[in-house]
């Protein structure tokens, strides 16, 4: 996924905020809604694919996608090809959708790596 998207930032912020499934050019919440859906449909329940607000050490907010493995939270993100446990990825995180519902969003309390 991180290469059939090509990187655009949003210069708009967050009246200008699309979240876009498979668009040709898009910013990080569209790869993570689009590797989502795509490992949904793959038959991975929705549940254990959880979209994750992070906040870089540039302190810019991000996107990704954190997947609940038997082995622990790995981190799906576009800024790295390399699928890193979540204890590896470089960020702060903020907040994290509920496994049980994912309209419902909760403060993580993960300070990270």
């Known amino acids: ?9 949003n210069e708009l912020g967050l009246a200008g905020e699309e979240w ?12 993570a809604v689009s590797k989502r859906h795509e490992l949904l449909k793959r038959g991975w ?18 996107l990704v ?3 609940r493995a038997r082995t622990g939270d790995l ?3 576009n800024l790295t090809p390399e699928i890193k446990p979540w204890s590896r990825a470089p960020y702060g995180w903020v ?3 509920a496994p049980r519902d994912s309209r419902m969003w909760a403060t993580t309390g993960r300070s990270g790596a």
């Not at 876009?20 to 790869?31: E, I, K, S, T």
């Open 1 to 9: 996924m991180n290469r059939a998207i090509a990187p655009q930032l």
């Open 20 to 31: 876009l499934v498979n668009p040709a050019r898009g910013d990080c919440n569209d790869y």
């Open 45 to 62: 329940p929705a549940r254990v694919l959880l979209l994750s607000e992070v906040v870089t050490g540039s302190g810019d907010h991000h």
């Open 65 to 67: 996608l954190v997947v």
């Open 75 to 77: 981190v799906l993100d």
């Open 95 to 97: 907040r994290m959708q």
